[in-house]
């Protein structure tokens, strides 16, 4: 009963997510008309492919997988002739002869008589064709139940609760927007005008979803939004273990070749259009093909990124062996990443070996559609993406994932040996999330929040700018700097930047000048030397020197961790400061 709940709420907050905006339109074109008519039929139509197309997707074979893809290309034609039919009469009236009149239907006859029920229902039914990838956890979860139990009534029940959460949310969005139109029409009598608009809304969202829009860009700007709610719901509920128990059972099982019980998620994209391949020659899918492999999605810089790096390294060595192959896509984040001496100088510093991808210009990305740095990809050895794990943690069942598809590709289960306990020095060591109080804070002017200097920022000009003892959380300059998109630039000694943070460790991204002549700094904590709360990149006296561009971690307190006061201040002009991150 919990995880219909689970699921049901779930579904409502996807009206939160800019994933659902391209099927907005689609919704909307039905408000105005009778709610018997229109928008129910629709929204009961939705529901129903939704649920059905996911419970497919449990089967697991690749003609489910091609019949749901030939069902979203046959619902985004038909949402192609619905929105031309609504943005122009003519055709409406042309379609409706060789099609038996299935532009009138669609389309109301362009909006002069009411909608039907059929249409209505045939209009819902393409749109959840179209939503089903846009779904969050909650579908892995309940697919992965399907794997282990197969697809049933129970799954079906619980895929139907998360889209008749979206429902929800959308019937209550659509009957305002309806009323919006109403008063539109009877006030300004631009029903024509309004119909037109909607007509190249649900045009205007049938390429979104034809281009990856809804999958790919859209699902970047929700990064922490739904999804994040959505999993912290699942992490509390007992069957997100169940995969774990059942792969107990399986290898209990020796009298047949053993099965992991993970679910298919898709198949391992192409890796080709790396900029360089590091530590190795180019790779392929076709080459890989019997090996386990788990690709990382990281960039050098990246503080998330480098506290898994440990975690990478250890089960890159551990189980070489016996089929693991991992590949590490370097995707940058800022314009420095992009250059292959900055990447080659992190591989060594982090002590990477296994093979690196270097995606500059983000091919490989785009190929998996990944949103997030990082993000693991565990493929199995027939080339099936069977796992991932975005963002950092989640180590003990990944490495359990890892020997599951090891034990899938052998055909067998090995003895179960104790998990890694990786070395994680300075800023690879894991952080201290229950007294983290503060967040990630860029410094250039496209991702800047907290600024607190009373000049405001001037961006891409040489300003003065000053700082006291800001309020927790606000961050200023002091000295002659120029904010860019990216990052800030000291112009003339003796600049500073100030933070009032709260947490165990304070990072800075930093780099030289154009120039790449060193920058000697100065930290002080609470207006001193920061002695035995130093980071790994400065002493005791609070004494460093800005040589590459790359993190430096400044500040990790030895003691309770509290609200603190940092100040960094620039001996000399050049440097370049990018992003603050805290753990």
Not at 334 to 340: C, D, L, M, R, S
Not at 344 to 362: E, G
Not at 438 to 451: H, L, M, Q, R, V
Request: glycine share 12%; with cysteine; aromatic share 8%.
């Amino acid at each position: 009963m919990t995880l219909f709940l689970v699921s049901y709420l779930a579904g409502v907050l996807t009206i939160l997510s800019p994933c659902i905006l391209p099927i907005v339109p689609f919704v909307f074109s039905r408000a105005g008309q009778p709610a018997g008519r229109s928008v129910l039929p629709m929204l009961a139509g939705m529901v129903a492919s939704f649920a059905g197309v996911a419970t497919l997707a449990a089967v697991g074979g690749q003609w489910a997988v091609g019949a749901n893809e030939v069902g979203r290309l046959a619902a985004l034609a038909l949402m192609a002739v619905f929105g031309w039919t609504l943005l122009s009469p003519r055709a409406a009236a042309v379609l409706s002869r060789p099609w038996l009149a299935l532009g009138t239907r669609l389309s109301g006859r362009a909006g002069t008589r009411p909608a039907t029920v059929g249409g209505s229902l045939l209009l819902g039914v393409a749109t959840g064709f179209l939503w089903t990838p846009c779904a969050g956890p909650i579908l892995g979860l309940v697919l992965t139940g399907a794997a282990l139990q197969g697809a049933n009534a129970q799954t079906t029940l619980f895929l139907a609760a998360y889209a008749a959460g979206a429902a929800t949310s959308l019937a209550l969005a659509v009957l305002a927007g309806g009323r919006i139109l109403a008063a539109m029409k009877r006030s300004l009598g631009v029903g024509e005008r309004v119909r037109k608009g909607l007509g190249a809304a649900v045009l205007a969202g049938v390429a979104a979803i034809a281009l990856g829009v809804d999958t790919g860009l859209l699902a970047r700007l929700s990064y922490a939004g739904t999804t994040g709610i959505e999993q912290s719901l699942l992490d509390q509920l007992p069957a997100a273990g169940l995969t774990d128990r059942s792969m107990t059972m399986a290898a209990n099982d020796t009298s047949r070749p053993y099965r992991s019980s993970l679910p298919m998620e898709g198949r391992l994209p192409s890796l080709g259009g790396a900029v360089e391949w590091l530590n190795s020659g180019p790779l392929s899918a076709e080459q890989l093909r019997g090996k386990v492999v788990l690709v990382d999605f990281w960039t050098y810089s990246c503080i998330n990124c480098i506290r898994t790096l440990p975690y990478l390294r250890a089960w890159a060595e551990t189980y070489k062996d016996q089929g693991l192959v991992v590949i590490g896509v370097h995707t940058p984040e800022f314009a420095f990443e992009k250059k292959i001496a900055n990447v080659k100088t992190a591989i060594r510093d982090f002590r990477i070996t296994y093979p690196v991808a270097v995606d500059s210009d983000f091919t490989i990305w785009r190929a998996f559609g990944n949103s997030y740095w990082p993000a693991l990809y565990f493929v199995d050895a027939e080339g099936r993406i069977r796992h991932h794990q975005f963002g950092e943690g989640g180590y003990e069942r990944s490495e359990r994932v890892i020997r599951d598809l090891l034990a899938e590709a052998a055909g067998r289960r090995s003895a179960d040996a104790g998990l890694v306990n990786p070395e994680a020095p300075g800023a690879q060591a894991a952080p201290d999330l229950a007294d983290a109080r503060s967040g990630e804070t860029y410094i250039g002017y496209e991702k800047a929040d907290g600024f607190a200097s009373p000049e405001g920022v001037r961006p891409g000009r040489p300003q003065d700018y000053t700082i006291g003892t800001p309020r927790l959380n606000r961050w200023g300059l002091a000295g002659n700097w120029t904010v860019g998109a990216e990052q800030a630039r000291l112009n003339r000694p003796g600049g500073a930047i100030v933070h009032r943070f709260s947490a165990r460790d304070l990072h800075l991204v930093l780099g030289p000048g154009p120039d790449g002549k060193p920058v000697r700094f100065q930290v002080t904590v609470d207006g001193k030397a920061p002695g035995a709360d130093h980071g790994a990149d400065i002493g005791a006296d609070g004494t460093g020197t800005v040589s590459e561009t790359r993190l430096y971690q400044l500040v990790r307190q030895a003691g309770d961790v509290r609200e603190r006061t940092f100040e960094i201040r620039f001996l000399d002009p050049g440097v370049d400061a990018y992003v603050f991150t805290f753990g």
